[in-house]
């Protein structure tokens, strides 16, 4: 059980780099926000299902699984919510500029 739960945090946290390289390279708020929405909602899953699993099914599991019932929840209305911001302060998608 304890190698299973190191391969679920390792993988969370393989995603949760993604996302912060996401956040660093991608140009604009809108090609940002769906990266960190993608990876985010898989990196914190895996994260904590590794947790449950390292924790062995005690009575953590069940506040575990209540914060992943709610990130599952608020994580694409976080991304909706950013997204219609950024439409409504008038910021426009980047285009590549031709050379």
Sequence with gaps: MEILSIIFIVGGLFFLIVAAIGVIRLPDVFSRSHAVS???????FLMLVGIALHDELGKNTLKILVVLALLYILNPVI??????????????PWKKENS
């Design 38 to 44: 993608l990876t985010d909602s898989l990196g914190a």
């Design 79 to 92: 991304a909706h919510a950013t997204i219609r911001a950024a439409v409504r302060a008038g910021l426009k």
